[in-house]
């Protein structure tokens, strides 16, 4: 095909997506309360084939449309909100509580420190596991300056991806005939740098265990730096331990503050808004 009807047949299949994606709207009437009864809400239909191995196909509700309708940003780009911070960006200040004060300086140092010595992390392919319990301490925020950092200053390639949106990506293969799962298990297994943003939040399935053990272990083995984010410890994770023990020997384990960073920002505009209805009042 020459280039140019190859575009146009690319527009065509486009459009032919946002045409199925928006004005079918598969699914719409539905209530919120009404979870599809075929997929239980999940959006998929699983079964197993004669090796035992689980697969699955798009239910027909729609759900998994509507997702991929939602998802705006290609796979393994860097959040919008992150995309130009770099580590120095990265306030060390706006935690509150003293505990997290000292977490914090810490964890800063150790990362410093590794960021320093990158050329040895790289060479045995350590990375970082960036965790806490409370939500909106800033390790995302962190992974991706991180992950600036290591493209603008090393020329790094990087992956930046959620562990969720994985796992979409990988269903999304199982009914594309144009692209194949293991050629994406591939990609995330010999990027130069992968980070997966929120680790543990997925139910821990037997074939999502699978897939990301092929990732992991194909990382290790070729001694490629994976970052993680998670809201889980390494021991709370509820995967078996070929997964955590790789992830143990191949990271730094850096706890964040048990501190909402968003919420103090929350609570900073809420003060912000509060002086300006004040000010404005005295004006009248
Ligand atoms: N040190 C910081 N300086 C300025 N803003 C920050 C800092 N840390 C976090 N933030 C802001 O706080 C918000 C929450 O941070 P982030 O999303 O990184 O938290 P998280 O730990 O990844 O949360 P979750 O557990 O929900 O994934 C973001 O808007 C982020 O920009
Ligand atoms: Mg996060
Ligand atoms: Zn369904």
Redesign the pocket.
């Known amino acids: 095909m020459d280039p140019l009807q190859e575009m146009v047949s690319r527009i065509q299949r486009e459009r032919r997506h946002i045409a199925m994606t928006t004005s079918k709207e598969p699914g719409k009437d539905l209530p919120d309360s009404d979870v599809c009864p075929i997929c239980h809400g999940t959006g998929w239909v699983y079964w197993r084939d004669e090796e035992g191995r689980e697969n699955g196909y798009r239910c027909d509700c729609g759900l998994v449309e509507r997702q991929i309708a939602d998802r705006k940003l290609e796979f393994a780009n860097i959040p919008e ?2 995309k130009n911070l770099d580590i120095r ?4 200040g ?1 935690y509150r509580k003293d505990e997290s004060r000292k977490v914090i300086r810490n964890t800063g140092a150790a990362i410093k420190y590794y960021l320093d010595n990158l050329d040895g992390m790289r060479k045995d392919g350590m990375g970082l596991y960036l965790y ?1 319990g ?9 992974a ?1 300056s991180i992950a600036n950092e290591m493209v603008s200053t090393y020329r790094m390639q990087v992956k930046f991806s959620g562990s969720v949106k994985i796992i979409n990506e990988i269903k999304a293969t199982w009914d594309d005939k144009e692209r194949s799962e293991s050629n994406l298990l591939r990609a995330l297994s010999t990027v130069q740098v992968l980070v997966i ?2 680790f543990g939040t997925e139910l821990p399935k037997d074939w999502i265990g699978e897939r990301f053990y092929s990732i992991i272990n194909g990382r290790c083995q070729d001694n490629l730096i994976t970052i993680y ?1 998670s ?1 889980l410890s390494l021991q709370d994770l509820k995967y078996d331990d070929r997964i955590t023990s790789r992830i143990k020997e191949r990271t730094f384990q850096l706890p ?1 503050p048990e501190e ?3 919420e103090i ?1 929350a609570e900073k505009n809420r003060q912000t808004l509060i002086a300006g209805i004040k000010g404005g009042n005295k004006e009248a």
């Open positions: 909100a992150f960006s990265f306030d060390l706006v806490s409370t939500k909106g301490s800033g390790k995302t925020r962190m991706a943003d929120d984010t809201n964040f909402s960073v968003r920002i």
